[in-house]
């Protein structure tokens, strides 16, 4: 059927194929979906011919040999081919890649950010990326980036993918859509969206301006987190995330295609919409997730647990127990724990952490960290509440309490980021947040019989 809702002549899968939202529910799953009906073969992957003369081809996440491979076939309008034509190196300048280490920025330090501030600048989702820190190595497959993206116009007849990434997206401000090859995902503040490496997208700007964060992922894709003693229920349920229903586009336009491989852009110039996917199934798949759905569970008679027991998400590397990144979430939930100091404890520790504020008050700094704005601890500096939240969590009344108006993310990862050169010149930076912990007061009393 063809909504009004939807892009111009993108034909998307009845409803009955998945939640009246047009998404299908579950992490992980084997879905299948098609805008028409019979486009879908049955019992097998490559017919001979497929129905009304589509072409046949397979998306792969992983090797064909890995433990669970990740892959889904499409029929298509065209083979992917057809899509890609001869390629040009263009400039994104504020699009970085890892390793990207400039040698006149220090990453060593505690760094925090007001929000990018938007522009009178029409920008796109290509244009208006602006990359914070990069991590590892795209070319080796390890690491991340962090980015902040400001979008305020719609790609036309423009599309993207990322050879090098999976992209975690976490909208801040505005509405956003990204119409895929293998259908539609709609976001907003308190979404997430999902996007993985090889996947042909547009961007469109449903309310706008629109910020958010991005987590670029070069390594393993996002997975949910080992639950160990947990069990099964709380935290991220896989029923809560959701895959679009298949939707595509029959237009013969000019258009541009934009690939991101190991850290270059290239462009190509087609005669076509990219968007032909009339019918898919598999694993490998766009989703989304409502942050307002994490359970969150902690510490219900004394001490405070590791923030990794607020992991939305997780991509392993090759280490058991350490990730390539964590995403974790930090919103409204009740704090009860007995003779406990409430917020994070001071600590450095292996992993670098940048934390974004999606809106609300941060309970370990509340002043300064505002919605929309970043903080990086990199690897082994120490960091912790500054004195308010100190002297306040030190000496508050220890009744149950609900932390309210609050929800903050954070990238981790076992690499060192390293700043940007518009991270360190360009984004308001705050000169004195390092000077948040220099009121901290020496209360050691050594005198006998003192406690």
Known sequence: MTSAALPDQMIQAPSNQGTTEGYMPGFGNDFETEALPGALPRGMNSPQKCNYGLYGEQLSGTAFTAERPERSWCYRIRPSVKHSHRYERVALPYWKTAPHIPQDVTSLGQYRWDPIPHSDEGLTWLTGMRTMTTAGDVNTQVGMASHVYLVTQSMQESYFYSADSEMLVVPQE?????????????????????????LVYRVEVLQGPARGFVCENYGQKFDLPGRGPIGANCMANPRDFKAPVAAYEDREVPSTLTVKW????????????????????????????????????????????????????????????????????FRDRWMVAENTFRPPWYHKNIMSELMGNIYGQYDAKPKGFIPGGVSLHNMMLPHGPDKNAFEGASNSNLGPEKLENTMSFMFETRFPQHLTEFAARDAPLQDDYIDCWTSLEKKFDGAPGRK
Do not use: M
Request: proline fraction near 10%; glycine fraction near 10%; include cysteine.
């Open 174 to 198: 505005g509405r956003l859509r990204f119409a895929t090859e293998l259908g539609i995902i709609d976001v907003e503040p308190q979404e997430i969206a999902i996007l993985p490496r090889g």
């Open 262 to 329: 190991c850290g270059q852009f290239h462009e190509t110039r087609i005669g076509q919409s990219p968007l032909d996917v009339v019918a898919w199934h598999g694993n490998y798949a766009p989703y989304k997730y409502d942050l307002r759905t994490y359970c969150p569970v902690g510490a219900i008679l004394f001490d405070h647990p590791d923030p990794s027991i607020f992991t939305v998400l997780t991509a392993p590397s090759g280490q058991p127990g350490t990730a390539n990144i964590d995403f974790v979430l």
